[in-house]
Every structure is written in structure tokens, then in C-alpha cells.
């Protein structure tokens, strides 16, 4: 089964999720000090030509379409007290589709906020760090699903992180897991995770490098078998993708990093790849 203008909307999320991503370049699960705020500002294009079938069959997009998304991204963590921190992400998208018959689409606007609160529950010799966060989900759309469902949601997801040496070097690692509910009659249910590994490249912790890997789960007990003239019906997909980062940090209070990914397998999705720059920025 070839994939034709309707799938849209899987790639959507697959470019909106590699932006998410990226923060764990820099560890998620680390606590930010009480009065202290983290900004990143991210910027992420998207492209895929081909893509997987509900059976997991690999094909081009029908006619010679292709999609590309470049997508912009602004990321806020802000120090409440000693555990407790908001957080928070606002996305905007420029999506083209195009194809050898004419056809051509593009759409942009933003997408789904995201406003949560992480507790940093517990640490283990200030060396290994365990959070969890609760985050509503509010679009800021209305009637276009090549933007997102439209719903309202929560997430609840759960980090573990740590830092050490090896070799010589200094690296950390950081696990993510979150579970996301959509409250519409037939809002998906949804598992997203992420590893990754980091290592410095010198003794001032100016370069480090990163490797993700991550994946997307979606399933609704309400959406019928995979069609692609009728994509809004279906909420059922999954997809895996790898990336490397570089981090250079200009001073302690910013930092960039460069990224690259590409989807190894999937299930109802755009075999997609990506490069993504983000700032960090730490005002205060």
C-alpha cells in the first residue's frame, strides 16, 4: 500500500516529536535549581519520500510526493523550589506535501501546548536523579487535522538520569518514558520513550557528543484499520528513529546543539529524517 496525500498527519507528528527529542541532549532528568529558568529556543526540518504501510511494508509516496516540515519550538523550565519545577513547550509548523500530479498543500500554524509541573523525586548521591512530570496538553487550532487532533490531553511520564566517568571522560545518560491520553471520544492512547548517552570531548566541558534512540506508540480502541483517504479516523502507528547530537557550550549560560536523526522501522508513518539546532539559554 503506497502512501498517498492524506498521510499528512503521521508526519506531522513524527517531525513535531523529533523536536521533542532533542531536550534529552541535554538531560531532562536533571533537577534546575530553585530561581533559576532554562530556555531553548529549537528549530528542526523534517523530510520523508516514503513510507511504511499498516503492515509495516516500506514504499514511496505515491506519484513522487514528498513532505517537508520545518518546524519551530520554544522550551521553558523554570526552578519552583528544590523539587518542584514548571515546564513547558510551544510548537509551530510549516508543513508542504507536493507530488507529481500538482498537488501541492501546505499548512502552518501552531500546534499543542504543553504546560506540565516535573517533581524531582529522589537522587542517589546527587549522582543519579528519578523525576516525574504531569503535563496538560491544549491545542491551539481548531478543525485542521493536518495540525494535530484538536483534543485536549495529559501526559504522565517518568525520568531517570545519571553521570559519571569513563575512559577518562565524563558522560551521563538520561531514560524517558511518558503516557499520553487524549480526551476526545476517540483520542489515541500513547506511549512515547527516549534513551539517551552523552560524553564530553574535553576537559572543560565545553563539546560533548549524544546518541538518542526513541520511539513513538499510538493506539485508540475507537479507530478503524489504516486508511489513508479517511487519516483522521485512524490513530493507530508506531515508529522508532535514531539520533547524534554535538553540544558546544559557549559559556555556562549557553549552549547549541546540532542534531541529525533518521527512522529506522514503523507502522502507519513517513520514513522520515531530520536535522534540529537548539540554543540553550540559562537567563538566570
Known sequence: MSFTKPGLKYLLVASVFFITMQRKSYGG??????????LSPSVNYFFANKGWDSLR??????????FTSLSYSLYT???LSRRFTLVGQLPFVNNHYHDNTGY????????????GIRYYAFNIN????FSVQGTFIQPLYTNNINLGYGEQGAEVKVSFGGSGHVLGRNYYFTIDNGVRQYFGSSGPLQDRYTGTVGLTLDRRF???????????YSTSSLSGGYDPAHIAANKNFAFNQVSLSYGYSFTRKISLFISAGKFINGRNTGDGSSVSASLILRPF
Open 29 to 38: 532528568a536533571f533537577p534546575v535549581r530553585p530561581g533559576s529558568w532554562l
Open 126 to 129: 546527587y549522582i543519579y536523579y
Open 77 to 79: 523550565e523554570y526552578g
Open 206 to 216: 565545553k563539546q560533548q557528543i549524544s546518541a538518542t534512540i526513541g520511539g513513538f
Open 104 to 115: 501541492d498543500n501546505r499548512t502552518n500554524g501552531f500546534t499543542d501546548m504543553e504546560i
Open 57 to 66: 511494508r516500506l514504499s514511496p509516496f505515491a506519484n513522487g510526493g514528498q
